[in-house]
């Protein structure tokens, strides 16, 4: 039998006033994906051949403490960046999606060209990407559902604050 430790966490977090949240999770039906990539290939291909002030690049880091290369699509207009969708924690042949624009270029289909980039990339190393986010941040869901991901299960999230809670030591 296995023992749930969420009402544990959850009376914990009541009596010291920790944030109690929910995440989406969601795992990528690849059909659907390749299919959408096909619709959208004259578009993703005049922006790689450079056509238009928009430009998109893929890269990989290695930043923020991490052991491991990961990869970043950037997406510039006029050589700036305004946005980017990378894949900054893998692990187990996974990796999790994180995505963001800036709010003046989000709506026009920026954020689902970096994430279809970005996702073309970690498959292509054999990482299988998982989208996770907010349950408020309802254009990253959206995003993710129109290339194709699939809503799996809310995940409790369970967020320990200094500042609300105290200190953990």
């Known amino acids: 039998r296995v023992l749930s430790i969420y009402p544990v966490l959850e009376d914990v977090f009541d009596r010291h006033y920790g944030l109690q949240d929910v995440r ?25 051949k450079g056509k238009g002030e928009i430009a998109i690049q893929v890269a990989y880091e290695k930043e ?30 996974q990796g999790e999606i994180d995505i963001h624009i800036d709010e003046r ?30 349950s408020y941040h309802t254009q990253s869901q959206a995003i993710a559902k129109r290339i194709g991901f699939v809503e799996k299960e809310d995940v409790p999230a369970f967020i320990w604050t200094q500042e609300a809670c105290g200190s953990l030591i």
């Open 24 to 48: 989406k999770v969601y795992h990528l039906n690849k059909h659907r994906f390749y299919a959408y990539r096909k619709d959208c290939a004259r578009k993703i291909d005049q922006i790689k």
């Open 64 to 93: 923020f403490g991490s052991h491991r290369e990961y990869p970043i699509c950037r997406i510039y207009n006029k050589g700036q960046c305004i946005g980017f969708c990378s894949a900054a924690t893998i692990g187990r042949e």
């Open 105 to 134: 270029y989000r709506n026009h289909g920026y954020g689902t060209i970096a994430a279809m980039m970005l996702i073309e990339e970690v498959l292509k190393k054999g990482i299988e990407p998982c989208w996770c986010t907010w």
